[in-house]
């Protein structure tokens, strides 16, 4: 448990110090996030070795008590956060087109970490009111560093996002109004099906869903994701949205009684083909290359709906493993992809798809990250993506009951690579290629392939990887 | 008494997110989420008083509630005074 | 040889190959000797480990690389001898491709990603022959789509850039398809390895239902890559790629791994006996008769050599097809041995047509008259492939055509004869004019388009030797397989080696 606290601290203890000592350095911060990640990895280790552990904040007892909870899926989740951090920083500083080099990017970026380790540690739903709303009022803060372009789709992210915790909120007040404690495993023993708590819910779930951007409360992503700065979107679409979606999971795997989860499973699985759906149609027809990168952020966070909502339809635990392979592959691919269009948007000029006409000639490691990447999001083998699939398949096929859903997942597929290769073939075009506007800065499109060679050999350790997210069933 | 308390703070919030349903320009809106606000921090005061004493959990949770609000609203000013700023006339809100 | 080297064997065939690609992509325009270093090095290694194989599996030895891939099933590249007919097929007419490639190309731009991309099929496709269980397979065949992509927009014209597209949705949605029937039949009986016979024949009573659609599934997907009617529509249009590249997809890699994937599916996953039992076979047999038949009528119609070659393509893969579901082992034969043969005399065919846009700018079959007095070395291997389609004997399309009929016979499916007869009558109907225009139509006094490739007199310098030498290398072996049919050494005493390990009791 200390190797996760050092994990979470690391990065708050950063942020302030910038903060304070108004320095803008990114080495600082790439330094913290290393710091960060190392002790993540023996938090890991040590979780895997000896089980989950809790730990009472301030020494009181349950039911006072806040607690934070280490179990294996938090752990990989701290991995994960720090490692996409340390990526991303790394870019930030270092590439010539990031616009973040002397920003507040560095305080705030820490200060993500800091929010989204203590959201995955947390188990207690007024904790996790607070750091939903340091999350929100962070990720704001960093849509707007680039500039007054950003203003307009910040202003409404920040609006919704505030409209969300509302509602997050009031579900929380009704559920201690009525079983008068608020950490998830004492709730998990109390609750039953009553009104109250199907209210409670519906309210939580209406909240967290706009905050994780499900299809259909799903509007404000793509402005405001393609609007950041190259670095934010990367943060924001890998990691941001998927801070709800872990308390969504937990909330209704732990708390909700059985019967409500199998009534709200299928309502939430549908969401998410029709996200697949609709997602990738939007991303298809995206004039912008951000914004049909962002779609696809929407459209790929429908595989993840699938699999939470069938999991609670069908009351079976394992769909979680393809859930959270569906957050790791997702979350590094969307990270490849996101440095990889910032560095051809940048370098060759404009932000319309149609940029990229001849992109494998006159940037060709970008695009080749690019559509590895979405390879990843097609979910092509052997990448993590696939593995997702794979496991998210297993359950669909096994009873012929089950074989719409899979179709479901065929289309989402089909969709994916229909705008993937959207892109790919266009960057094949040698007849009019558009002619770079500065050096291509190679170090940058090596740093966006990184990511997207990790996702592709996320098979290769698919045998730890599983075990280490079975061990953290609820 | 708890129940009175209790509906008024649902009222509020229903109007609050009522007005935002309409698509107001942007001070209405930061202001209907303020009054949003205000009615969930009525429910959880009303909620307090739910027993026979009350309970100090829940104001506290009122008062982390409202540092998160008034720090929130302030950022959504500033954000949408640099958009007024920026263009001049009020511009659309959520 | 110790058993971690033998099963390090497979490994290092598909490796051969993708490590010089992956060098090579890196490399400058400029550094052609070392591209072509590269090139030749890794085909004659992976030449000689085949060769090595084929040794040590005529001596019982067994080759057998695992690692854990997904839950369930490993990654297996094994070697049996159906997958050693494959990796020798690719492994030869890979060496001959890359030389004629490396003349063909000259001194056109992006040559590194061409050949970069050219060593990735490879590797793909040798992966693909030697994949153990269907997870493997699925692998690979993703991973030649991939890879065969980028050579098909080559040329990066709007032409090429649509044919990208329409290949992409083919390929794409058929792997996609592939991948529901794997998984689904993975759900029944996890990721066995490949067993003559197949591993299906205890599920069949309790579900037919799921293994017919997963059949269903499988098929389709694969038979996008087959180009089974009316799936085929990728493969016309696929023509504007190089020449080379229209080699490499007609004759070895993308249509002969989807054909490849159906034979192992229908033998080494379902078996003979379920197939017939869940009457599988019959719809297979008619859509591989189907398409016989329309591709021939649709080559007639062609104007463009290679549009004539890739409808021929589709026709000719489709007697692989019917051999296999017509379920008796010696359809079975004339099926294997038709995947080899039609590989060398199709891979001929869009040489020569190769050559004569090269040399003399010829596109059109109208503008060949008399081409076989300027180019008579190139139009004696057209020949010598045409007549191998039509079937006449001794070239070693007759063989195969042979054995398919006996096949059809020894079934009782005799109408599948009459559809043999009258593809092959329909052959004839559109190359015997194309041989006879060649041969004895009026040559123009001077060839518009002649770029004096390599000297421009007929004969050994009528077109560049890298174009000629693999061409004439093929024809020959086109001619030796027929001719030496009966002996041992031939593809025919390689298929009936493979189908009696299948058909065994």
Known sequence: MTLALISLLTPLAMALLLL???????????????????????????????????????????????????????????????????????????????????????????????????????????????????????????????????????????????????????????????????????????????????????????GLMLKAAFWPLHLWLPPAHASAPTAVSALLSALVVKGPLFILWLLWSELAPAELGQEAGPVIAVAGVLALIFGGWSALRAPYLKTLVAYSTVAQLGYAMMALGLLLHWQRPELHVALWLFVLAHGLAKVSMFLAAGEMQATLGSKSVGVLKGATQTMPIAMFAFAVAGGSLIGLPPSGGFLAKWVLLRPLLLEPAHWPWAAGVLIGTLMSAGYVFRVVVLSFDRAHPTRPDHRPDLFAQWLALLPALLVWGMALISDPLILWLTGGAP | MTLFYLCIGGGLFVLGLHSLLLRPHWLRAIMAINIMGSGVFMVMVALARRGDTTDPVLHALVVTGLVIAVSATAFALRLASGLLERTKKPEGGA | MSQTVANALPLLIVLSSLLPGLVIFALREDQQGLRTFLNLAGVVVKLVLTGVMIVGVSHGLSFRFVVPFIPGGDLILQTDALSLQFVGLSSVLWLATTLYAIGYLGGSPLRSRFFGYFSLCVSATVGLAMAGNLVSFLLFYELLTLATFPLVVHRGTPDALRAGRVYLAYTLGGGTLVLMGVALLHTLTGSPDFVPGGYLKALVEQHPFSLTLAFVLLVTGLGVKAAIVPLHGWLPRAMVAPAPVSALLHAVAVVKAGAFGIIRVVYDVFGAGPVQVLDLAQPLLWAAAATMVYASLRALQQREIKKLLAYSTVSQVSYIILGVALLGPIAATGALVHLVHQGLMKVTLFYCAGNFAESLHVHRLRDMNGIGQRMPLTMAAFTVGALGMIGVPPIAGFISKWYLGLGALEVGQDWVLLVLVGSGLLNAAYFLPVLYRGWFGRAPDAWPGDTQLGGGTPGWRETHWMLLAPTLFTATLSLLAGVLAGTGFSPLAWAQLIIATEFAP
Do not use: C
């Open chain 1, 20 to 206: 304070l000592s108004r320095s803008r350095s990114g080495w600082w911060v790439m330094g913290s996030s290393l710091v960060s990640l190392i002790a993540a990895l023996g938090a890991l280790h040590g979780v895997i070795q000896d089980g989950a552990q809790w730990m009472h904040l301030g020494g009181w007892d349950a039911p006072l008590a806040i607690r934070f909870r280490l179990m294996p899926v938090s752990a990989l989740l701290l991995v994960f956060t720090a490692l996409i951090h340390l990526l991303v920083s790394v870019y930030a500083e270092r590439s010539r087109h990031s616009q973040t080099q002397r920003t507040d990017y560095w305080p705030l970026s820490s200060l993500l970490h800091a929010s989204l380790a203590a959201l995955w540690l947390s188990h207690d739903l007024f904790n996790w009111y607070i750091t939903l709303e340091l999350l929100g009022l962070v990720a704001v803060a960093m849509v707007t560093i680039s500039g007054a372009k950003a203003y307009v789709p910040a202003l409404r992210y920040l609006l919704l996002s505030l409209v969300a915790s509302l509602f997050y909120l009031l579900g929380v007040v009704l559920l201690y109004g009525h079983y008068g404690v608020l950490d998830l495993a004492l709730l998990a023993d109390a609750a039953k099906a009553d009104p109250t708590t199907r209210l409670a819910l519906a309210l939580m779930t209406l």
